[in-house]
């Protein structure tokens, strides 16, 4: 795989890579990180010749993409945006608070529609959405809504 970003680091950059890398309260990510920025490191303050990435992959265990996207990260965003995770794309993950709970629960003593006995987690799931209290649910997620205010549909 060609290398497509070259890093170079300062003095003082590889000088705190290389404490983050020998002290043990860096978390392993951060310290994985570093050391791909150490062993790739083309700059004049090199202790040694840059590893090639299939071998900075192999030495530290992770995958070949992992190394280049560090590598990206630290060319285009800096040293903290590449020690960092990348944010999350995409939307977030919608969550159930208590007032959602408690309209579950409403919901859930209420009459069950016609034709039926009693609620079922399924249906209890479709009338949520019905009624626009959460956009989207799942019925393990109705379940456990449940569960937690001790309500049972029997």
Known sequence: MANRYRIILTQTERENLNTMART??????????????LLSDY??????APWKVADVARALGIGVRTVEHIKER?????????LGRKPRSGVPEVTFDGAFDARLTALACSEPPA???RWTVRLLAEKVV??????????????RSLKKTNCVLT
Do not use: N
Not at 26 to 37: E, K, M, N, P, Q
Not at 43 to 48: I, Q
Not at 132 to 138: E, G, L, Q, R, T
């Open 24 to 37: 043990s309260r860096t978390d392993a990510r951060r310290f994985i990180h570093a050391r791909v920025l």
């Open 43 to 48: 700059g004049e303050h090199a202790e040694e």
């Open 74 to 82: 630290f060319v285009e965003e800096g040293l903290e945006a590449a």
């Open 115 to 117: 034709g039926r006995t």
């Open 130 to 143: 019905e009624l626009k209290i959460a956009p989207s649910v799942s019925t393990m997620t109705i379940q």
